[in-house]
């Protein structure tokens, strides 16, 4: 028989409040990389994120 233990709302929200997020400068760092120092409002055509987790990363990416 199988199980699932790490599933649901009420999971997702507990791994979601307990687990920091990352800074803004990591992200503006992203951004710097891939735009080779260049400033601009641009968005990164494309960003993945592998195993995500509950997306708190993949928010900030997709912005």
């Not at 400033?39 to 997306?55: F, H, N, Q, R």
């Given at each position: ?22 800074p ?40």
């Amino acid at each position: 028989m199988t199980s699932q233990l790490f599933v649901g709302e009420d999971h997702t929200a507990k791994y979601r409040l307990y687990r920091p997020g990352y800074p803004k400068e990591l992200f503006e760092h992203i951004r710097n990389y891939y735009f080779d120092g260049k400033s601009t409002d641009e968005k990164i055509p494309l960003a993945v994120d592998v195993a995500c987790g509950s997306g708190q990363a993949t928010v900030d990416l997709s912005s």
